[in-house]
């Protein structure tokens, strides 16, 4: 049977009602064309109202925030229960990262995360724990086949906690596409934040560019601003003339025991038409780095204050750019007054608006004065060569054509063996690292396995002695020479000495530390079988729990701790349960 068509005012009638049901209800779906599912998962937390603290999308250092961290109240311990029917798909723990996650893979296509653990479901920990003395290994990274861990929504698989690098007690939470495995914000599947308050907007800037490429030597003017609750604009008209692109600090809130969090969408107009958008929906990890791109990396560098430029550079790989007319790049340049407007929204969809017009000059624009150097282009692999040195920029390396500068200083210190390199400068950001061989000067045979790139603050950057070269691989330009580690990593016992009782204890803790290179393994043994040691970066704390393997008498621990440059250190003791 054919269906009659829908009449013309009906149609419009019912677009205009979802329209303003989607406005008056928050609809997270509003700005995405995707379509999610919005009953399909609960809350991975039992606490209400839930709050967060950190936004999906939020800026980090050298990194988009991948999830949503709900908050716990400055707690470990409550329940996280599996959002969807599943099955455990990834244990991983970590000595940083994420230190205790969990994934789960749901028949859907979505994947959900959970990170910063303090403790699996029985079930799992089991798994895990006989994973850990198999491979005779802390960290691990398992993918298990979907019959082996099955789970049922609601069902308790961890407890919150604070391992890893965690800045407090939380829970870390993302939701993928399990194909792609790019993370999405968890908000568009009905995982609801209360939230009627309207972005934050303090700051608006403009960069005169006038064909250039953007860096720390590009002109920037801050211009004033006034307003709150959603509606902002300048406080007096702004006259710029040639290519200029603008740029703001905007946070979010939302309802309840918020922090300050990140924003979803920014949107650019002018004279009514839109130029730009960014909208934080999705993104590919190997793409978050971008972030030192998004911002004006130089102020962030210098200040710590993120400025989300509204233009984009031509190497930035981010997605999440759209109605790009000249990259955001605007001319102002034909004497005529142009209205200009902000429009910022939460996940949420609150809005928040930032009005301002700008007098257009004539006159020709004066072009920012272009230090001597050397023409890299962005989209090409480059490479400088001296007697010194040799540095290699694969292609993705640069977001912008870049003006190379290096220039050779003397040795740092005295135990350097090389001079101190500087290549170019630590205010434009790279989105891969580099390929960087200095070579060695007067540096021992017996030292070469030794030898390591350190940069001008002291940390190494890794490297391997070749052909008389040391090789390393830098994420950042900076100043670098050549330094040796033949220093071993030093452990510290915290709670257990020689011939010590420890019966009344649950855990044996010590703390590691290393001088330069950084520790690359633990191993304990007890009576010399392999025993479980854990370990947290942040806290540079190792520790080994007690269990049915360590019988009441008396034990040796032995402990060995190598470095990145297999330096090694050993310590034994004995001790009584």
């Not at 244990?91 to 296509?109: E, T």
């Not at 038409?273 to 909208?279: C, D, V």
């Not at 972030?291 to 550079?313: A, C, G, M, W």
């Amino acid at each position: 049977m054919q269906k009659k068509p829908i009449s013309t005012f009906k149609y419009y009638a019912s677009i205009f009602c979802f329209l303003l049901y989607a406005t008056s209800t928050y609809a997270q779906q509003i700005f995405s064309s995707n379509k999610y599912p919005l009953t399909y998962f609960r809350q991975p937390l039992d606490i209400a109202p839930p709050a967060l603290a950190g936004s999906f999308g939020e800026i980090r250092g050298n990194h988009f925030h991948s999830g949503i961290d709900f908050r716990t109240n400055q707690r470990e311990g409550y329940p996280v229960y599996a959002v969807a029917d599943g099955y455990i798909s990834r244990l991983r723990v970590q000595n940083s990262g994420f230190g205790q996650a969990l994934y789960i893979n749901h028949p859907n296509g979505f994947t959900s995360v959970y990170g910063h653990l303090q403790r699996f479901a029985p079930k799992i920990a089991t798994i895990v724990k006989n994973l850990e003395y198999e491979k005779k290994s802390f960290e691990i990274d398992e993918f298990p086949n979907e019959t082996l861990i099955p789970v049922r929504k609601g069902e308790v698989i961890a407890w919150s906690g604070n391992r890893g690098s965690s800045g407090g007690p939380h829970l870390h939470f993302e939701i993928r596409d399990t194909k792609t495995e790019e993370t999405i914000n968890p908000q568009f599947f009905g995982i609801d934040i209360p939230d009627n308050i309207p972005p934050v907007i303090y700051s608006l800037y403009a960069y005169r560019l006038n064909g250039k490429v953007f860096n720390e030597a590009t002109p920037k003017q801050a211009i004033a601003i006034s307003g709150s609750n959603g509606t902002y604009k300048a406080t007096a008209p702004i006259s710029l003339t040639g290519e200029v692109g603008f740029g703001v600090v905007t946070t979010d809130r939302h309802n309840g025991l918020s922090g300050t969090n990140g924003v979803y969408s920014i949107q650019l107009e002018l004279d009514g038409k839109m130029i730009y958008t960014s909208a934080l929906e999705r993104f590919a990890f190997e793409d978050s780095k971008a972030i030192n791109s998004h911002i004006d990396y130089p102020t962030y560098l210098n200040t710590k204050r993120s400025i989300q430029k509204s233009f984009v550079e031509p190497g930035n790989p981010l997605s999440i750019y759209s109605n790009l007319v000249n990259s955001g790049r605007i001319n102002f340049n034909d004497a005529e007054i142009h209205q200009l407007r902000y429009i910022i929204t939460d996940s949420k969809g609150n809005p928040s608006t930032l009005s301002f017009s700008v007098h257009a000059g004539s006159a020709p624009a004066i072009s920012p004065v272009v230090q001597p150097g050397i023409i890299y282009p962005y989209n090409k692999t480059n490479e400088f060569n001296t007697d010194d040195i040799k540095v290699v920029f694969p292609k993705g390396t640069l977001y912008s054509d870049l003006n190379f500068t290096y220039k050779k200083l003397p040795k740092p210190q005295a135990n350097a063996y090389s001079s101190l390199h500087q290549i170019h400068n630590r205010y434009t950001p790279l989105h891969i690292g580099f390929d960087l061989w200095i070579k060695a000067d007067n540096l021992p045979e017996g030292l070469r396995n030794k030898a390591l790139i350190a940069n001008s603050n002291g940390s190494s950057q890794g490297g391997n002695f070749e052909n008389g070269y040391v090789k390393a691989t830098p994420r950042n330009f900076g100043n670098f020479y050549i330094a040796v580690d033949t220093i071993a990593p030093r452990i510290v016992p915290v709670n257990i000495s020689d011939g010590k009782n420890m019966a009344g204890l649950s855990k044996i803790i010590l703390r590691l530390s290393d001088n330069l290179s950084g520790i690359k393994s633990f191993n304990g043994y007890i009576d010399g079988q392999w025993a479980l040691m854990e370990f947290d970066t942040k806290t540079a704390t190792l520790w080994h729990t007690f269990d049915e393997r360590t019988t009441p008498g008396k034990h040796l621990l032995e402990l060995v701790v190598v470095d990145m440059k297999d330096n090694t250190r050993k310590y034994s003791v004995s001790f009584y349960r």
